[in-house]
């Protein structure tokens, strides 16, 4: 099992595979591959998490989605906590997660929600648990 300091000084921008569980025992893998399917597929584990949240750090493993399909899409975020995380999963998928101007208006201005940048982002459909991680390798090996 890894420890709190092996995840906090792993450089997450060299980090070339993760696997961590979450609070059910599901498996889930980055890098995604042929030998990883998708939670929607129902074929079975271990799950590909096609991404990473590169400039995030911290000492605990988040799994993030923007559920607003039937194929959501995953990343893995860390985070000292998942406010943390939260973070820098918004500041990381700002253009995704942004609101149209021309849609702001359909939005409770008292409700937005925004970006560490200012930038107002919808997360209605933003889920996101806290994984145990495993195993994880960097480029270089380690």
Same mark, same amino acid.
């Given at each position: 099992?890894?420890?709190? @300091?092996?995840? =906090? ?40 998490? &096609?991404?990473?949240?590169?400039? @995030? ?31 820098? =999963? ?9 609101? &149209?101007?021309?849609?702001? @208006? ?8 925004? @970006?560490?940048?200012?930038? &107002? ?11 145990? &991680? ?9």
């Amino acid at each position: 099992m890894l420890t709190e @300091s092996d995840i =906090f000084h792993a450089d997450v921008a060299n980090l070339s595979m993760i696997r961590a569980k979450d609070a059910g025992g599901s498996v889930w893998v980055f890098p995604q591959s042929a030998d990883t399917y998708h939670p929607s597929d129902r074929c079975g584990e271990p799950y590909g998490v &096609p991404f990473i949240a590169r400039d @995030s750090w911290g000492r605990r493993l988040f799994l993030f989605a923007h559920v607003d399909s039937h194929f959501p899409v995953y990343f893995f975020v860390f985070g000292d906590s998942f406010q943390d995380a939260f973070e820098w =999963f918004a500041e990381d998928q700002e253009e995704y997660l942004r609101i &149209p101007d021309e849609w702001l @208006s359909d939005y409770n201005p008292d409700e937005i929600t925004y @970006s560490p940048n200012g930038v &107002p982002i919808d997360t209605d459909n933003v889920v996101a648990v806290e994984v145990e &991680p495993i195993e994880f390798t960097a480029e270089d090996g380690e």
